[in-house]
């Protein structure tokens, strides 16, 4: 009895081609997760410049007296911020605006700007 072979399963070719693409996807989701992780990074960097600030504005905002330009150093979750207040008359009687900018320390970038504004007595 003669039959007719016939070869089932995948030739090495088609599984060569199979690998690749199950490697070219596996090398986009490695550069996905690896942008997604620097982005949370980032982001959490920025908030916790926002916390600092918001900080840095409410002392600024209760110290007595008239409001003048300050500049220092502060530390919130181990990281050293630069930071410093510029205040400029309004249109307003009796009102200052408070402008606060705060980088790390030793960096150009500002990480957050906030502002105020503040009643004064004369």
Do not use: C, K
Not at 78 to 107: K, M, N
Request: no cysteine; aromatic share 6%; glycine share 8%.
């Amino acid at each position: 009895m003669t039959g007719s072979r016939t070869d089932s399963g995948f030739s090495l070719i088609e599984m060569m081609a199979a690998l690749a693409v199950v490697a070219i996807a596996g090398l986009a989701l490695m550069s996905l997760t690896q942008t997604t992780t620097r982005n949370a990074a980032a982001v959490e960097r920025r908030a916790l410049a926002a916390l600092a600030a918001e900080n840095l504005l409410n002392t600024e905002w209760l110290r007595e007296g008239m409001p003048e330009a300050r500049s220092g150093r502060y530390e919130l979750g181990g990281i050293a911020y630069d930071w410093r207040t510029r205040v400029a008359q309004t249109g307003e009687a009796g009102f200052v605006r408070i402008h606060l900018e705060l980088s790390e320390s030793d960096q150009d970038q500002v990480l957050a700007s906030l502002d105020t504004f503040r009643r004064v007595t004369p």
